[in-house]
């Protein structure tokens, strides 16, 4: 009930349409009743009273109420679709704003799916309430209201004798919306386990037919639409035994009309017109009864989608901006994290780091897989929150910045690149859309991606599509590493982001970068000694924690990890060439 | 570019061959229809009754003060009230059923068949696409397959069993009656264009929509950290006010039509009162039967309103349902020749002859490559980004077939070998580590369905992936979801390297497997590599020339060719190609 009050707070907007609508509907209805009004005059006095010169005048009369009605109608009908598209709107403008705000963590733990289903299905089936569901409750109301009244000016013993299925009316609904309720909120479950599935067998359809798996998916897939299928089944079960309620209880009222209405005939006290008059009402009811039940079916449907759909709105956004948050302007680039330390779950992700990145200065970060790299970055743009520590922009903690001036300060090449559907073009301007070709292309040159760009049919107007599909991976991370150049940021961070470049290209891109990194902080995560040697500072983390720190030359005097991790890239050749070569001793392994 | 279409507007006419497929779906289960039919036909009957004894009772019992006729008259009718309750219900059941069924039926073989399809399908459609014609556009079927087709068959029995009715009192009376339908009929037909057009306009931009909003979930990431958000709202409210304008667009010719139908049928009870008047007057019929027309109408223009209703659901489920075909048709390039074979004992000599290859016709990859490899070998294959390498790999695994020459496994064309039997012999590691949501023991034995649990335990230990996943929160039962989001890259790729050793093919390929696992994990893994390439054909992509120095032989791709081929010590020899790429990351260390 309360939800449904929510969702009614969506159409004040449109009050005063609503309101004329509804009007509209009364009209329909007082229309509709004048009708059978008509009907009986023209079957007593024409029909039966041979006064055949009536005729005329009541068919002008029925004539007009019904092309009024006509017109009420549609007039009705369009202004409920427009209010209820018009709270659509709101709903997914609502939602996607929801989406747009909500956290990392959040993305982490909900499916794609998921969302999917709040968006398009759950939507659609609320959408349907809000057009006809409350409008017909009204307008059924009210149509019984007044054709009873008008019943019972006609006969007020038949009208009496028909009270009698009034509890049968109300103890149908009440039944079935009990035993829907639960098997509607099972066929969501199972619609969304259905569109989750298929949604990732079809992004992982290569690991399937890379391990051959087809007929394996082919039998889950016979589980997971049998138990859609069931559910819908069950559902429907439910449904046959109360929907053609309806229809009984109607029939019985009739068989009352005919009984008890021909006997008051035969009495005398009734005429045959208003008998076929009370017949024409009875028959007006039997449109608000059936869709009693209709439209409870309708609200157990609308109901479950209806929750999951507030239950979105209403999350909990993880990470949110002050009151006063402070807009970052005139970034220096100094970051600095202290005492940083994050726990994600169960796991300790990162202790106790301290870290100081000077502006302008290189700092590259090296370390085994999951020794919270990453995490780093993620805790510097704030995209998660430290569980104890503190990390300073500019010498203010970034819970106190407005999290979009300080993310528009930092531009980040991720270790797994996204392109949207849209050109190359729209991808690499992707922070700046309005930025100019030259712009463009110049961040392209940067990123040694212009060429191959050229190659392609349509060059920088080259549609790629969702995951960059068509592209190799050193090309899709060229365009990343383009992208973030051309956010011209004060912070630059490169997640890994030369692994499926090879090293003739690396060493190309860095060169070209060295400028631009020339007045930046940049931070570079790598695992290639080639990738982080030129840095200012290098840090190593192992198991969450900094082990070694310095430069490149004070951490080979170290003979530590790093020392450890340069013999290993190049121990062999290292032998081979600094013998022979370039008559060098690294004096290693 | 795109496999399947992109929702152009397309003003066909009703596609007969589309419906005689949909209802092959419903082929099976005709008894069913059948049964349900008659359910409908009788309560149609049962329905219709009603007005004949109501005609009957006025006339005769009511005029004549027949009370115990008219009592008798009226159990009748309670009793066929209650017969057309039970009709109704079981034939609710039953269409329900049956219809849930059909879907079942088409959701699955479109599932299968697109299990099927090939590499170069899935490069070329997204799969938003795909997504939602197995999802939704099976759905949106599931009004026409469960009560639409009975619907209309029982609106079809009502009216012609009314207009009989009707014709059989009094067939004079009948006929100007029923005058105004083909009128009616015109009208509609003349808006039937316009609706259509304006119903698919909806879809489309409905398509649209959907696909934005998932490209925005999936690509959040990306959208928070650049800030895009306010452009992408932009985006987003022109979207979602484009659907807007669609579908009023739609609704306004819509709305149009219950009144329409209504008025019409005024007109028809107009038509009787006036022409029954004035057969009154002459005698010529009795105020029962002008009454009991007048409810025959109505019982005749409530189906024709119900029918004009199924036809704009129609529309809409035929739109759907081309889409589900355009899916189902798409052609299926990689299959098993009907000749084909199941690989017994694989040696795993490998050949690749005179191969040619290009993903579009006129812009070749590969050219003239010809290579044999003897059992057991490990190559190494390397070579500037965007050579062929990962083309190499995707003929050999038989994800694309050449254009021209075979590559043959054990002397045999793998065209004739039978796919799944090929598949269970050639493990692949992909360049995307890709994870599926479900606990990490259930990712790893995807390589092998009925591993033990300790035989997987073995297989992460041998990959390192042990130390890391007994730490996470419940081991291995920890539930990864999709996309691995819990995991870093490297952790995801040693997940997926730990199936493919379960998996333990005969012919082993790796691309670029390694690229984003920190050097001292890659050691580790290169050692248990090395293990595992003992007795195993083995290709392997990477950029790390530290990787590959152990192999047997380094082939280097130049340009869709091979251009070097032999030991490391022979290419480094050479001072070649190999050469340069293998000098190149000791350069650059010392170029500071």
Redesign the interface.
Known sequence: MHDFKRLLGYSKRFWKLNVLGLILAFGVILAGLY?PYI?KS??DD???G?Q?EQ?APL?VA??AA??I???M??GK??IF??TS??V??DF??QL??K????S?QF???T??GL??NR???DLQAVRQLLNTGYVQVIEGVFSIITTVTVMVMLSGKLTLALVVIVPFIYLSTRTMSRRLQPVYRGIRQAFED???Y?????????????????????EL??DI??AY?NQ??EA??I???F???A??IN??A??II??LG??L??QGDLT?GA??AF?GYM?LLAGPITNANNLVNQWENAKASLEKIFQLLDEDIVITNKAEAIKLDNCRGEVEFKNVSFK????DVLKNINLHLRPGTTTAI??????GK?TLISLM?R?YDVTEGEVFVDGINVKDLEY?SL??Q???V???T?L??DTIAANIA??K?DASQEEIERAAKIADAHD?IMEMPEGYQT?V??RG??L????KQRIAIA?AIL?NSQILVFD?ST???????E?QIQQTLKEIMDNRTTLIIA????SV??ADEIIILQDGEIIERGTHDQLIELKGKYY??LM???????QY?AKNE?GLDLGGA | MSNLSSEDIRAKALDVNQMQRLFQYLKPYKLQLLLTCLLMFAAALTDLLGPYLLQRSVDIYIANAQFLKLLLTSLLYAFLVVLTYLCNRIKIRLANRTGQNALLDLRRDLFNHVQRLSFDFFGNTSAGRIMVRIVNDVNTLSNLFTNGIVNVLTELAKLVVASMMMIIIHPKLALVTLATAPIFMTLLFLTRNAIKRRWRMVRVKLSNLNSYIHENIVGMKVIQAYVRQKENSKRFHSVIGDVYSSWMEAIRINSAFGPAVELVSVIGNIIIFWYGARLLAIDGITVGVVISFTVYLRQFWQPINMLSNFYNQLLVAMASSERIFELMDAELDITSAPEAVELEKVQGAVEFKDISFGYKPDQLILKDINLKVKPGETIAIVGPTGSGKTTFINLLARFYDPNQGQVLIDGRDIRQIKIESLRKHIGVMLQDPFIFSGTVIDNIRYGKLDATEEEVVQVAKAVHAHDFIEKMEDGYYTMVNERGARLSIGQRQLICFARVLLADPDILILDEATASVDTHTELLLQKAIDKLLEGRTSFVIAHRLSTIRNADRIMVIDNGQIAEIGTHDQLVAKRGLYYNLYTVQYKYLHAS
């Open positions: 009708v009907t023209i079957v024409v029909l039966i041979r055949f005729l068919v029925l004539l019904t092309l009605n006509a017109l109608r549609y009908s369009y679709e427009y598209q018009g659509l709107y997914r403008s996607y704003s989406l747009q705000a909500q990392f993305y982490d733990q499916r794609t969302l999917m968006m398009v299905g259905l569109s989750s298929v949604q990732e067998n079809i992004t992982g359809i290569r690991v399937v037919k890379a391990f051959g798996r087809e007929d394996y998916e082919i897939f016979k639409t049998a299928t819908n089944i429907a079960d449904r046959s035994v929907i053609p309620v229809r009984l029939g019985m009739m068989v005919l009984l021909g006997y005939v035969i045959i008998l076929v017949n028959a994600y779950g169960n796991e090296m370390g085994d897989t999951g020794s990453s743009a995209f979009n993310r528009q930092i531009a980040i991720f270790q797994e996204f949207f559907s992707f922070a859309p191959f549609v599509g969702e599909i068509g190799s991976g050193g090309q992208r956010c890994d692994s499926s470049v090879d090293m003739e290209t060493h695992h290639r000694i080639s040697k030129d450890q991790t290993e890239q190049y121990s062999e050749y290292s060439l370039l």
